[in-house]
């Protein structure tokens, strides 16, 4: 099968030319923040970036966030296509899940109560961002913790030129799924402004696969309420302020556990992330100061009576707090010269507590108020462009912490531009991730974790025609972890979590977009990624519930004007099942047939219906837990 598959894939990509990612991205000209820090020209840098613009997200207003970052190369996001509100593990590149930094307007937001300081994408609406760049590799110099395998920025809506220019989306479909946004935006002399709101509500169906098909399983619904508000004032000609606030909250009902169902099991989460910035700019100077708050609470609740198991009653509480002060500057030494200089106040804290009853009375367990951390960062690093061809960025990151002491990262990722329309790069770069504080202070915690180091290896090229239209990409990437953490049982069934020695995960990328006349573009990505552990010489095969190989493909057609026909290919191999799965050790391979379809009726009105895994499959990202088949959202928006 491995020999087939890669002979579709030579065939798919055999006659393209360069780069982003299945739904899509523009050209190397597209201007990027997350790669350096400051707004820069993608072709400028050596880093590999991908960019979904406001255009590729608009095409995919029927979809969630998590489904639109999934067609995105070297991402696997297990459950994207899985009840609403279900949990959804992010792997990059083969990475776990925890070592993609997510960041909202360059704003880390990891989730302190998240066994792996994790951001749930649930959170997030499509309806509320303006654009997402996907930067890979090891980028902790920048970005601090987490950014092992990449960095995630999602960037919310932006106030337009216009003093009001309102927008508004309804849609429905399967599952009575209904999906609203409504917001204005503006600019009234100094003053911006976006305000936006966006509702989901769904029916669902069982989160649990019932093996049976005869215990009547009963449907998990999901409803969900967005708030945004973004404000900017220019001050003066050099000074301006910016505050947003972002608020979500949602209810999912949630099954037992894999093929077991449970009729009276709610979570209940609210997040809201509250930042302020000052930015002090000049022609060759940005200084930044943002404080940012992140806040989020997750609330269990099983009356589990209906499912007659050990406890009658369960309810626990996850609450974190994170506070972030950074202070950085955009300084251009030269024109072909400049520097990113910063420092980093981070502090984190975590309440949780469980309480269920049982016919032996109740049982109790919390963290104490220690469950809390800080680090303290100081970021440097140095971008040369265009000098003969060469560009370089080279950078380091000094980080003391409270309770692991002192660590350095660093960068190095020079390129050369062959000529106008090709480059080529090398990164090499190092990475952190220190324990989360659930790994430290819960019932499995160990005091005597180390942080996960990494170094991180690639090299590829780019190109693209004269016209930018036709764009080709190949990365390969190799990824050396020590003292990974992993939970382990001993054989006297002691869990906690622990140190592996090592971890080695390597693979490669293709990327490619061709234009179609004037009439669209076809864009295709293909991912392999392989790896295993090592502790005390013995090698372990551990990439669980990650494929060694994804393939994406969208063709996206504007046959008559105003008429956008999209359909979309992705498939999935076959991967390790979960460490504690039930069924064989192997998962078998799946894939996906979807098609979109949109039609501007007037300037400012456009319907759509997006249809989804149109050949019925049944397929199953964790065993146990039912994936969407058949299914489709058909709706309309208007901006002005």
Request: with cysteine.
């Amino acid at each position: 099968m491995k020999r087939e598959f890669l002979f579709v894939a030579a065939v798919v990509f055999s006659s393209q030319l360069q780069a982003q990612d299945t739904t899509a991205t523009r050209s190397l000209d597209d201007v990027i923040v997350t790669a350096t820090r400051f707004q820069q020209k993608q072709s400028s840098t050596g880093k590999v970036v991908s960019v979904i613009d406001q255009a590729t997200l608009q095409r995919n207003a029927g979809k969630t966030l998590t489904e639109i970052i999934n067609y995105q190369t070297g991402v696997f996001i297990n459950g994207a296509n899985n009840n609403l509100g279900t949990n959804q593990d992010l792997y990059f590149r083969g990475a776990g899940t925890g070592n993609t930094l997510i960041l909202i307007d360059g704003v880390p937001v990891g989730d302190p109560s998240q066994i792996n300081n994790s951001f749930d994408l649930n959170n997030i609406a499509v309806g509320q961002v303006e654009r997402i760049e996907v930067l890979k590799g090891a980028q902790s110099t920048l970005w601090g913790s987490d950014a092992v395998a990449g960095v995630i920025n999602i960037i919310t809506k932006k106030s337009g030129k216009k003093r009001i220019s309102p927008a508004a989306m309804l849609s429905y479909g399967s599952y009575n799924t209904v999906r609203g946004n409504a917001g204005v935006n503006g600019t009234i002399e100094k003053f911006s402004y976006v305000l936006g709101y966006n509702f989901t509500s769904s029916k669902g169906f069982s989160s649990a696969y019932d093996s049976t098909g005869t215990k009547n399983f009963d449907d998990d619904k999901f409803t969900q309420s967005n708030v945004q508000a973004n404000l900017g004032y220019q001050i003066s000609n050099r000074f301006s302020a910016k505050g947003s606030y972002n608020f979500s909250t949602y209810k999912a009902a949630v099954d037992a556990t894999a093929f077991k169902d449970d009729r009276d099991n709610v979570v209940d989460n609210k997040n809201s992330i509250a930042a302020f910035e000052l930015l002090y700019s000049t022609a060759k100077l940005k200084l930044h100061a943002i404080q940012t708050f992140v806040k989020s609470e997750r609330v269990y609740t099983d009356d589990s009576a209906s499912v007659g198991g050990f406890a009658k009653y369960a309810k626990g509480n996850y609450n974190g707090n994170t506070a972030i002060t950074d202070v950085f500057g955009n300084i251009l030494l030269h024109n072909k010269l400049s520097l990113v200089s910063g420092i980093q106040y981070l502090t984190q804290k975590t309440s949780q507590d469980y309480l269920s009853i049982s016919a032996f009375g109740p049982f109790k367990t919390a963290l104490g108020d220690s469950a809390k951390a800080n680090n303290f960062s100081v970021y440097n690093s140095l971008l040369l462009t265009d000098l003969a061809g060469f560009n370089v960025e080279a950078g380091f990151r000094y980080n003391r912490h409270s309770i692991y002491g002192s660590n350095t990262t660093f960068t190095f990722n020079p390129s050369y531009n062959i000529d106008e329309n090709t480059r080529i790069f090398v990164n090499i770069s190092s990475a952190y991730k220190v324990p989360s504080l659930y790994q430290l202070y819960s019932e499995y915690a160990n005091k005597d974790l180390k942080p996960e180091t990494t170094n991180n290896y690639e090299l590829g090229v780019q190109a693209f025609s004269n016209n930018k239209r036709n764009t080709f990409r190949v990365v390969g990437f190799k990824r050396d972890i020590k003292n990974l953490i992993i939970f382990y049982t001993s054989p006297s069934f002691v869990s906690r979590y622990i140190n592996r020695d090592e971890q080695h995960d390597y693979g490669f990328e293709l990327e490619s977009t061709i234009a179609i006349g004037k009439k669209g573009n076809w864009t295709s990505n293909f991912t392999y990624v392989d790896g295993e552990g090592v502790n005390n010489n013995v090698k372990v095969k551990n990439l669980y519930r990650r494929p060694n190989f994804t393939l994406n493909s969208v063709l996206t057609l504007e046959p008559v004007k105003g008429f956008t026909l999209m359909p979309s290919f992705r498939f999935v191999g076959t991967r390790l099942k979960g460490q504690y799965d039930a069924g064989p050790a192997q998962m078998p391979q799946y894939y996906n047939i979807d098609c979109y379809l949109g039609y501007a009726f007037t300037r400012y009105l456009r319907g759509f219906v997006d249809v989804r895994n149109m050949t019925n499959q049944q397929y199953f990202d964790v065993v146990g837990y039912n994936s969407r088949k058949f299914n489709l959202m058909t709706g309309v928006s208007f901006s002005f």
